[in-house]
């Protein structure tokens, strides 16, 4: 067992659990938008920030999600050091994409009502949930990263319809911030596109039959129940 | 592109992922970029997914999806090139070629390219040709520049009907030319390199003529001995992939063919594997 004190309240945690996990267990809200459980942690919103401190030392500003807890550690998750890194962070994500819902809210929740970035309307963050979704919970590994600073995106190599996709949908299930776009009009540019090509393509995929689908409501569904 | 070529890359690095770049870097080397059959290969072979390989392939400027042009020219668009007026001399580029910065001419002659600084900030704007650099470039010197490289710069007049002639190399990792112009074996300049072999380190100089096995050492080669080959310049080992079909137990040391192709030898004494590929 680990001995720490987060927000003055001292402590006692098991061996590896992270600071966000520690927390969220006492009740302390730390927000997150790259976390999700049953996934391992990235650290990429950087939302979950909090500041630590040991006796005699400065503080500093980590990634909870993916801090492990130590003896000895003095947590902040609410000071106002870290609120205010909070409030950059979340501006800069209503400048990319400010019509997330979940990021919405998490503005509302902290009182951000204006962005004071060049406004932009990106509908991916880089958050990697999707990448890690599809390759920890779906065992697909069907998207990943590619390309570097501004050029970085997610998809599929080539560009084209990955095999190792079994068009579950968990991808955009789990995406904070395309919210499940559909792209009936341009079905060329979906994930999915099942809806538009009146032939289900995940039908045709057998060997997942048993297999979880996200896709809810999913037109490909109602096409077989009706046959 | 053969199946057992890539393969035969991947055993090299043990196919291990913490070897992609590596892998990568010799898929480039041979093939002048990454086909999408190769990035394949290199998945199943290191049980890796697609994804990840092609992660790493799109992530380095230097690896290139698409095939590239017989000819490579960057222009430097660092800060001091920048500032000394190297986009002028990128459009120049891209009038005279037709083709946008990263893109190939039809005639996959030519592939032009930017990249951010070549460390020479003082000569800007640096242009490079097939590894030649240009320097304090102007915007009238570009035609002059795409002339010269397409006409092969030092080239190199192969006769077909002549089974010697001279070929002029430079190292496959920088590019720095590797001829002796003052050390003349068969009355022609020299290809020097360092060798290292038996825990001595020397140069070697061997004759430009190809078909000449005429070779000359700072320490005495004993016969059948394999050595270690390295640029003079950059001093990475020079060892390609291809084994040596006339002994079948080295991997042929690569050079570069100035005005196109490759030249191949084996590092082993007394052998006299060497191939001549230019093709590429």
């Known amino acids: 067992m680990i001995t720490l004190k987060i927000n003055d309240l001292e402590v006692q945690v098991e061996q590896g659990t992270t600071l966000l996990e520690a927390a969220r267990s006492l009740g302390f809200p730390i927000p997150t938008l790259c976390h999700m459980e049953g996934l391992s942690p990235y650290g990429a919103c950087r939302l979950c920030v909090v500041e630590i401190s040991r006796e005699n030392t400065g503080s500093r500003l980590v990634t909870s999600c993916t801090y492990p807890v130590e003896n000895d550690l003095i947590v902040k998750t609410a000071s106002e050091r870290v609120l205010k890194a909070r409030r950059i962070i979340i501006e800069l994500l209503l400048a990319s994409s400010p019509q997330s819902k979940i990021i919405q809210d998490i503005a509302a929740e902290h009182g951000v009502r204006q962005q004071r970035f060049r406004q932009e309307y990106e509908d991916c963050i880089l958050c990697g949930l999707c990448v890690r979704m599809c390759k920890e919970q779906m065992v697909a590994e069907a998207i990943g990263f590619q390309g570097r600073g501004d050029n970085r995106k997610i998809g599929t190599p080539f560009d084209t319809p990955a095999d190792e996709c079994r068009l579950c949908g968990g991808c955009m299930y789990v995406c904070p911030a395309c919210q499940l776009r559909c792209t009936y009009t341009q079905p060329e540019k979906a994930i999915c596109g099942g809806c538009a090509n009146l032939q289900p393509p995940c039908v045709d995929k057998e060997k997942f039959d048993d297999m979880m689908c996200y896709m809810e409501p999913c037109v490909a569904c109602e096409i077989i129940k009706e046959k | ?280």
Request: with cysteine; aromatic share 8%.
């Open chain 2, 1 to 280: 592109m053969k199946r057992e070529n890539i393969v035969n890359i991947v055993k090299k690095h043990h196919g291990k992922l913490g070897n992609v770049i590596s892998i990568l870097e010799d898929i480039q080397f041979q093939y002048r970029y990454l086909p999408e059959d190769a990035l394949k290969i290199v998945a199943e072979e290191t049980d890796k997914s697609i994804v990840d390989i092609y992660g790493v392939a799109t992530f380095y400027k230097s690896f290139s999806l698409k095939p590239r042009g017989k000819h490579l020219i960057s222009v430097c668009l660092g800060t001091a090139c920048h500032v000394k007026g190297g986009p002028a001399v990128a459009k120049e580029f891209e009038k005279h070629l037709k083709i946008r910065t990263g893109e190939t001419t039809k005639d996959n002659k030519f592939s032009l390219e930017t990249v951010n600084c070549l460390g020479a900030c003082a000569l800007g704007p640096v242009v490079v040709a097939d590894g030649h650099y240009f320097s304090k470039v102007k915007t009238s010197d570009v035609k002059m520049i795409i002339d010269r490289a397409s006409k092969g710069i030092d080239k190199v007049y192969v006769k077909t009907d002549q089974r010697i002639f001279p070929i002029e190399v430079s190292c496959p990792r920088c590019n720095h030319g590797l001829m002796d112009q003052n050390y003349l074996i068969d009355g022609h300049p020299s290809i020097r390199l360092t060798t290292s072999f038996n825990r001595q380190h020397g140069w070697i100089r061997l004759s430009s003529l190809y078909g000449s096995f005429s070779v000359e050492s700072e320490f005495k080669i004993p016969s059948d001995t394999l050595v270690h080959v390295f640029c003079p310049h950059c001093h990475q080992e020079l060892t390609g992939t291809l084994e040596c079909p006339e002994c079948n137990s080295a991997n042929m040391v690569p050079m570069i063919v100035r005005g196109g192709g490759i030249v191949q030898i084996c590092p082993r004494r007394g052998c006299e594997g060497h191939m001549l590929d230019v093709t590429y």
